[in-house]
């Protein structure tokens, strides 16, 4: 099983439509969540942190569900600059100290 | 104003001739990392060094090697590039690699390979 997984997507949406990434992750001991936004031959960059309770940034929130292992990104009113992958990302912590990425999920948003 | 700069932005290299890929940093971070993306897949660590200490992922081939002269420096070398080589190599920074605070990507080098 993979150390996390995504919806392979892609995802076609019109603008002002609300989408819904999920993620499922393999390690328990799994500490800190992500989720980054790549547009095409571009670098990660990070969209938001995930947080147990759930957070919200403005048409952006972020959920996790430890029990489950699995962590959602929802985004509102869709703009056409969402355009982009969506990568979850996760750090296990410990002395690793570094991220795994999902492989991603590619979002179209259509006028 | 940069904080972690990617040289050359894209990079065309002979199949088996020698090529680095050279990442430098701003931030004084401890940790820094070398990720290799090929086309529509996820990231995948190849090392990192925290300070001096290298860190090699179990499944990165021998033709990957990394240097860090000094904090600020850190080097990726493909001793004898093949074709499935060529993606994207991301380097990043972190402080201390624990806590979040400081994820930073550089732009990447493409790196084709012919």
């Known amino acids: 099983r993979k150390e996390v997984e995504q919806d392979p997507g892609p995802f076609n949406v019109p603008e002002g439509a609300t989408v819904a990434f999920n993620c499922t992750y393999s390690?328990?001991?799994?500490?800190?969540f992500f989720w980054y936004r790549q547009d095409c031959r571009k670098e990660p960059k990070l969209l938001m942190s995930?947080?147990?309770s759930g957070n919200e940034d403005g048409r952006f929130t972020a959920q996790l569900n430890r029990a489950s292992q699995y962590i959602s990104l929802l985004i509102r009113d869709s703009k056409l600059s969402d355009s982009a992958t969506y990568l979850c990302v996760v750090i296990s912590g410990g002395s690793n100290y570094k991220l795994t990425f999902g492989k991603g999920t590619l979002l179209t948003v259509n006028p | 104003d940069a904080m972690v700069i990617q040289n050359p932005r894209y990079q065309v290299t002979q199949f088996g001739k020698p090529v680095t890929l050279s990442c430098s940093q701003t931030l004084n971070h401890n940790v820094m990392y070398w990720y290799q993306q090929k086309s529509s897949q996820a990231p995948k660590l190849l090392f990192h060094y925290y300070d001096k200490d290298f860190n090699n992922e179990a499944d990165t081939p021998d033709n990957f090697q990394s240097r860090r002269p000094n904090t600020s420096f850190c080097f990726l070398d493909i001793r004898s590039p093949g074709l499935g080589d060529a993606a994207m190599y991301l380097c990043a920074t972190s402080r201390d690699g624990v806590t979040f605070g400081g994820y930073t990507f550089g732009s990447g080098t493409r790196l084709t390979v012919v």
């Open positions: 390690n328990s001991a799994s500490q800190s």
């Open positions: 995930v947080y147990s």
